[in-house]
């Protein structure tokens, strides 16, 4: 069983992906759990503040330490975490080997940063891991975290109906995916490859194979 713990002061933004298709398909049999933690409920005063100013100036607000640090310490007590990401567009940039490696993972917690990010300290004593999903920016790391989490609960044994089939995802072996297709055997003029409809499995084994290399090369 792979758990998840995000936390976020906007997890309504995660609720709909991680409630569909095969990410609700893990939760349901019994091989994924996502716990969404409402970093707000941790704020400060009477306004349950989560963020400042950035000390030494500059533009954007800063997530404050204390909040985040209060909900990891409590999820810190309660089991043992195997990583503790931090998404952020300076991180390492996400592919398939990270994922395929979280997938063996037990617990698994993941801080959603807002704003110009989060303070320094967080960082330094919490998280054991920073990833980025491209180069570019996202107003918030909730986006980021749900990729994670599809990317990765998918690979857990069990997820996926046919479980070899993501064995042969594109990025799993650097190489393309081959083309597929389904009826009708004609569409549009544009019929599909002969092999396919030959019922040679080593033929159509060794067709896959060569378009792989073939679209991996362009
Ligand atoms: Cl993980 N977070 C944010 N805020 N922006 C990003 C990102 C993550 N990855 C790319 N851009």
């Not at 969404?36 to 954007?60: P, S, V």
């Not at 567009?89 to 959603?112: H, V, W, Y």
Request: net charge negative; with cysteine; charged share 25%.
């Amino acid at each position: 069983m792979l758990r998840f713990d995000i936390i976020s002061a906007i997890p309504a933004l995660m609720e709909s992906p991680l409630s569909h298709s095969i990410m609700q398909r893990a939760k349901d049999k019994g091989l994924m759990q996502v716990h969404l933690h409402n970093l707000r409920e941790y704020g400060l005063g009477k306004h349950q503040q989560i963020d400042d100013y950035q000390y030494g100036g500059g533009a954007g607000m800063v997530m404050m330490p204390e909040p985040l640090d209060t909900v990891i310490e409590k999820l810190k007590s309660e089991r043992n975490y195997d990583e503790i990401i931090y998404c952020t567009p300076d991180g390492e940039t996400f592919q398939q080997k990270r994922a395929n490696r979280l997938s063996l993972k037990n617990n698994i917690m993941i801080i959603c940063g807002h704003y110009k990010g989060i303070d320094q300290r967080i960082r330094d004593m919490h998280v054991t891991l920073e990833i980025s999903i491209g180069n570019y920016v996202l107003s918030g790391g909730e986006l980021a975290a749900v990729i994670i989490v599809d990317s990765v609960g998918r690979l857990i044994p069990g997820v996926l109906n046919d479980e070899s089939s993501a064995l042969f995802d594109s990025h799993q072996d650097d190489l393309i995916a081959p083309p597929i297709y389904t009826r009708p055997s004609e569409y549009k003029g544009l019929a599909v490859p002969e092999v396919l409809l030959s019922g040679n499995d080593a033929l159509i084994d060794e067709w896959r194979f060569n378009e792989s290399i073939k679209r991996t090369k362009k």
